[in-house]
T-cell receptor, first 117, second 112 residues
């Protein structure tokens, strides 16, 4: 199956700093990438959807100026958490979807654990 | 309102036993239903995907069923193993281009 990687797998940062998380589709071209956030014992919550070369579409309640998303190529999307605060501590997961396939399936990355001190 | 409800919330079974997880949804229109396995601290991994015309689909010891009329799905795990301990998430997709609707998952613990 298709492989999606994320980097870093975990990160600890100080409050007020910015953190960048990378999401890469390794063996297919991802026309659409999705960013999710998951709190402990909760389900995945979609934050935003990005299409290559276009501005990301953010879900209601997600601050686009705080969570900057760049989808510069068909294999790479980045999520930057700006001026991070402890409440931003969470598990961030990306997924990628290609332009073909019967189900237009999303392939998930392994996730990035962010801890803001 | 589009929703996906899963039951039970958590389940503990002995190694080697079978179990069945339930998923009810109200998503309409319906495109497909997926079951994912998510290990702690990892991203979800797809187990099965079914469209409305498919009643059952297997992936090794995992068998998913779908009743599009009653909007119910189940995931049956046969001869459970310790490595089956994880969260199992039911995800429903509406029409193309719409967001996936996630259930809250069932946490399965397999003990020896």
């Amino acid at each position: 199956g298709a492989v999606v990687s994320q980097h870093p797998s975990w990160v600890i940062c100080k409050s007020g700093t910015s953190v960048k998380i990378e999401c890469r589709s390794l063996d297919f071209q991802a026309t659409t990438m999705f960013w999710y956030r998951q709190f402990p014992k909760q389900s995945l919550m979609l934050m935003a959807t990005s299409n290559e070369g276009s501005k990301a579409t953010y879900e209601q309640g997600v601050e686009k100026d705080k969570f900057l998303i760049n989808h510069a190529s068909l294999t790479l999307s980045t999520l930057t958490v700006t001026s991070a605060h402890p409440e931003d501590s969470s598990f961030y997961i990306c997924s990628a979807s290609g332009s073909s396939g019967l189900y237009n399936e999303q392939f998930f990355g392994p996730g990035t654990r962010l801890t803001v001190l | 309102k589009n929703q996906v409800e899963q039951s039970p919330q958590s389940l503990i079974i002995l190694e080697g036993k079978n179990c069945t997880l339930q998923c009810n949804y109200t998503v309409s229109p319906f495109s497909n239903l997926r079951w994912y396995k998510q290990d702690t601290g990892r991203g979800p991994v797809s187990l099965t995907i079914m469209t409305f015309s498919e009643n059952t689909k297997s992936n090794g010891r995992y068998t998913a069923t779908l009743d599009a009329d009653t909007k119910q799905s189940s995931l049956h795990i046969t001869a459970s193993q310790l490595s089956d301990s994880a969260s199992y998430i039911c995800v429903v997709s509406g029409q193309a281009g719409t967001a996936l609707i996630f259930g809250k998952g069932t946490t399965l613990s397999v003990s020896s």
